[in-house]
């Protein structure tokens, strides 16, 4: 069984930065692509930002403010995110596929607030 764990998430104020991390439970995988989500208070879960062999993609909500990378060997995904504003208030998950499998972290939130 794979395990996604996040870290990296709290209280910032608006303007500020937060770096989330996702590590994988196993090395073992070179999974086809990571990425990060998010769900707001109220709202569905909505995709922000993904990484694979042929690139990365954002959500036109976080493009300019938001930087994913990944490190390959340490099966870990990052998400920078920059010149945070409250809406970006909201649970923030890891996501990895390998193999046509779809594996989720838990979430950790981010509050931004002044």
């Known amino acids: 069984q794979v395990r996604l764990v996040e870290s990296g998430g709290g209280l910032v104020q608006p303007g500020g930065s937060l770096r989330l991390s996702c590590a994988a439970s196993?090395?073992?995988?070179?999974?086809?692509?990571m990425g990060w989500y998010r769900r707001a208070p109220g709202k569905e879960r909505d995709w922000i930002a993904s990484?694979?062999?042929?690139?990365?993609n954002y959500a036109d909500s976080v493009k300019g403010r938001f930087t994913i990378s990944r490190d390959y060997a340490e099966s870990t995904v990052y998400l920078q995110m920059n010149s945070l504003k409250p809406e970006d208030t909201a649970v923030y998950y890891c996501?990895?596929?390998?193999?046509?499998?779809?594996?989720w972290g838990e979430g950790i939130l981010v509050s931004v607030s002044s």
């Open positions: 990484i694979s062999s042929r690139g990365t």
């Open positions: 196993t090395r073992s995988f070179n999974f086809n692509l």
């Open positions: 996501s990895a596929t390998y193999a046509g499998i779809n594996y």
